[in-house]
């Protein structure tokens, strides 16, 4: 059985979540999708999924607390790491790099970014302003990365079989 705990301030991270459980159940999968600030306990499953959003290329300290309190488990369970960022190719590796600890990192079965998704009608007025002024944003911009999702997929098939 799955275990998929996520951390999303903007949905990204969670709506990938949810792709990736639907993905899981329609090859005979049971995937549980749990919010990281629900401390869920993943003893109880085979395969372990953690995904966070980055924000200021950190992800949230819950889930860093998550991972740390529950390391040793994690490293002996099948374990996938995925962050939801704008980022891409290197930029997106570079946050798990720098968000997971090297055991867990080297652990994993797969370690990498889905891609993400900014709605400027969903952050504060500085954040805005920050996007618009520095990195010119200034339209909402979906970009999930539909391979990455699949590979998630199929790699927690396989760690099941």
């Not at 369970?77 to 997106?92: D, F, I, N």
Request: charged fraction near 25%; proline fraction near 2%.
């Amino acid at each position: 059985m799955v275990l998929i705990v996520f951390s999303s301030r903007g949905g990204a991270t969670k709506d990938i979540a949810l792709k990736i459980q639907e993905g899981l159940r329609t090859s005979g999968i049971k995937a549980d999708v749990e919010d990281v600030k629900n401390k869920p306990d993943p003893s109880a499953y085979s395969t372990v999924i953690l995904g966070a959003g980055i924000r200021a290329g950190s992800i949230t300290g819950a889930m860093k607390r998550y991972w740390q309190r529950n390391e040793e488990e994690l490293t002996q369970r099948a374990l996938l790491l995925y962050v939801s960022s704008m980022a891409r190719g290197e930029t997106g590796k570079e946050y798990v790099d720098s968000n997971f600890s090297p055991r867990l990192l080297a652990h994993a079965r797969f370690a990498g970014s889905c891609g993400g998704r900014i709605r400027l009608e969903e952050l504060s007025g500085f954040a805005r302003f920050i996007l618009k002024k520095v990195a010119s944003i200034t339209e909402n911009q979906e970009s999930l990365d539909e391979k990455s999702i699949e590979t998630i997929i199929q790699t927690a098939q396989s760690a099941e079989d």
